[in-house]
């Protein structure tokens, strides 16, 4: 079949024909329609997570899929042949025609969207999800800055926030100032302009997304107590128990952090680090949200299928980009 491989790290995203997937007892076949476009495919491409995530190579990209079912493993009992999904599975691979997928990875997409919109949401809703509602735990009337509202990942955050009940501050170019406000934000602060630490303070959560010194000035807005979360880094202790790494990387990972952790003890407030986990029961939960209204998908660009090569390229970090394979008829390619 089809698909888009990296060979080595730094190395080009070039198609080639690769084995179809092999499918375990739990997994599930699916003919892909649409995968979403991530940041995290240029950064496993150019090698930056080497030392924690050890992937094969040569390796297919791509961490969201929406598409069909084709079949299913002997102890696949959730879903059917014909079954629309959508998942960021476990076992990345998305940029194919056909991916197997754990069974505890996927859920029905949701009927009110299209593929391509699906397509958009797996990991940027599962960060924003497992940021929020397990991490921070979001309760109505407090208080979230959420950076970069017009990425991807602020999009979707900036909605479930507001869904929970809180009061959202983002930074935003001016430019996307009226449609972050139109997503649900309550405060706008113009990045290029303006300070958000100087204009911020007392806020209970921050979910941070850049790292470097705007995580540092993040911990300065927030009240005694309260928590920062980032997903740009750097990695604590905490997740190098979670990821099971070495003795070696995981005194690595302290070492990496313990500056903004000793900043952030320093202000009576915490830091920790998230790393998105796939997780078919959340995406059910986000279905029922998109259905429900209450959050909608944000697509920048839609390519073919045999643009993935381009549109890697040109990736940039606001909204989403979505490659299909669908045709103009809506059939599967």
């Given at each position: 079949?089809?698909?888009?491989?990296?060979?080595?790290?730094?190395?080009?995203?070039?198609?080639?024909?690769?084995?179809?997937?092999?499918?375990?007892?739990r997994?599930?076949?699916?003919?892909?329609r649409?995968?979403?476009?991530?940041?995290?495919?240029?950064?496993?491409?150019?090698?930056?997570?080497?030392?924690?995530?050890?992937?094969?190579?040569?390796?297919?990209?791509?961490?969201?899929?929406?598409?069909?079912?084709?079949?299913?493993?002997?102890q696949?009992?959730?879903?059917?042949?014909?079954d629309?999904?959508?998942?960021?599975?476990?076992?990345?691979?998305?940029?194919?025609?056909?991916?197997?997928?754990?069974?505890?990875?996927?859920?029905?997409?949701?009927?009110s969207?299209?593929?391509?919109?699906?397509?958009?949401l797996?990991?940027?809703?599962?960060?924003?999800?497992?940021?929020?509602?397990?991490?921070?735990?979001?309760?109505?009337?407090?208080?979230?800055?959420?950076?970069?509202?017009?990425?991807?990942?602020?999009?979707?955050?900036?909605?479930?926030?507001?869904?929970?009940?809180?009061?959202?501050?983002?930074?935003?170019?001016?430019?996307?100032?009226?449609?972050?406000?139109?997503?649900?934000a309550?405060?706008?602060?113009?990045?290029?302009s303006?300070?958000?630490?100087?204009?911020?303070?007392?806020?209970?959560?921050?979910?941070?997304?850049?790292?470097?010194?705007?995580?540092?000035?993040?911990?300065?807005?927030?009240?005694p107590?309260?928590?920062?979360?980032?997903?740009?880094?750097?990695?604590?202790?905490?997740?190098?128990?979670?990821?099971?790494?070495?003795?070696?990387?995981?005194?690595?990972?302290?070492?990496?952090?313990?500056?903004?952790?000793?900043?952030?003890?320093h202000?009576?407030?915490?830091y920790?680090?998230?790393?998105?986990?796939?997780?078919?029961?959340?995406?059910?939960?986000?279905?029922?949200?998109?259905?429900?209204?209450?959050?909608?998908?944000?697509?920048r660009?839609?390519?073919?299928?045999?643009?993935t090569?381009?549109?890697?390229?040109?990736?940039?970090?606001?909204?989403?980009?979505?490659?299909?394979?669908?045709?103009?008829?809506?059939?599967?390619?």
């Amino acid at each position: 079949m089809r698909a888009f491989v990296v060979s080595k790290y730094q190395g080009p995203v070039q198609e080639a024909e690769v084995p179809e997937p092999v499918v375990g007892e739990r997994d599930v076949l699916v003919e892909v329609r649409a995968a979403g476009l991530n940041v995290l495919d240029e950064k496993i491409r150019a090698g930056e997570f080497r030392q924690i995530l050890r992937y094969e190579l040569p390796l297919i990209l791509g961490h969201d899929v929406a598409g069909t079912v084709i079949s299913t493993g002997t102890q696949v009992h959730a879903f059917a042949p014909g079954d629309e999904v959508y998942a960021r599975p476990s076992r990345i691979g998305t940029f194919a025609e056909r991916i197997a997928v754990a069974e505890d990875d996927l859920a029905l997409k949701p009927a009110s969207i299209s593929f391509e919109e699906a397509a958009s949401l797996p990991l940027v809703g599962l960060t924003a999800w497992q940021a929020l509602v397990e991490r921070a735990d979001l309760q109505p009337g407090q208080r979230v800055l959420i950076h970069a509202g017009a990425g991807g990942v602020g999009t979707i955050a900036i909605q479930l926030a507001k869904h929970l009940g809180a009061t959202v501050a983002t930074t935003a170019d001016a430019g996307d100032a009226d449609f972050v406000r139109e997503l649900g934000a309550d405060h706008v602060i113009d990045y290029r302009s303006q300070d958000f630490e100087q204009l911020l303070t007392g806020y209970d959560v921050v979910l941070d997304s850049l790292g470097g010194e705007n995580l540092a000035k993040s911990l300065r807005v927030l009240r005694p107590g309260g928590k920062a979360i980032g997903i740009a880094g750097p990695p604590d202790p905490a997740f190098g128990r979670e990821l099971g790494a070495s003795p070696v990387l995981r005194l690595a990972m302290t070492a990496l952090s313990s500056s903004i952790r000793r900043q952030a003890r320093h202000r009576g407030v915490t830091y920790e680090f998230l790393f998105m986990r796939a997780s078919g029961e959340q995406l059910r939960q986000i279905t029922t949200l998109v259905d429900q209204g209450a959050m909608r998908p944000v697509v920048r660009r839609v390519v073919g299928f045999d643009q993935t090569v381009e549109a890697l390229q040109s990736l940039g970090k606001e909204g989403k980009t979505v490659i299909t394979r669908t045709t103009e008829t809506g059939e599967a390619a």
